[in-house]
């Protein structure tokens, strides 16, 4: 069993920032990727970025390309997404997601993929205010 928990959701100004942060616990193994999806109101959760167990790639959404930044720290199970610039539409509840996975890097069109994600963390509200 694992479990993900986020924290540091809340209400900012848009342009504003805000840093997540989602702790990994139980049997997550040495081979675990991690990722952050994100769901609005009345749309599917859709993905937003990915470190794989081996690091070196990070891989992100074209939507948050070069505002938001991912980053691991495999020593405290710990993975965290910095959001700047934040805009009214990157409003959704944001989820840390992880897999239990192989040798390779499977790449960004696998990784985007929910269904490829074993656990899922509760959540954590992002609200971005014009």
């Known amino acids: 069993q694992v479990q993900l928990v986020e924290s540091g959701g809340g209400l900012v100004q848009a342009g504003g920032s805000l840093r997540l942060s989602c702790a990994a616990s139980?049997?997550?193994?040495?081979?675990?990727?991690m990722g952050w999806f994100r769901q609005a109101p009345g749309k599917e959760r859709e993905f937003v970025a990915a470190i794989p167990w081996r690091g070196g790639n990070i891989y992100y959404a074209d939507s948050v390309k070069g505002r938001f930044t991912m980053s691991r720290d495999n020593a405290k199970s710990m993975i965290y997404l910095e959001m700047n610039s934040l805009r009214t539409e990157d409003t959704a509840g944001y989820y840390c997601a992880g897999r239990r996975d192989g040798a390779l890097d499977n790449g960004l069109r696998f990784y985007s993929n929910r269904e490829h994600y074993d656990d899922w963390g509760q959540g954590t509200q992002v609200t971005v205010s014009s």
């Open positions: 139980g049997r997550t193994g040495l081979t675990y990727t």
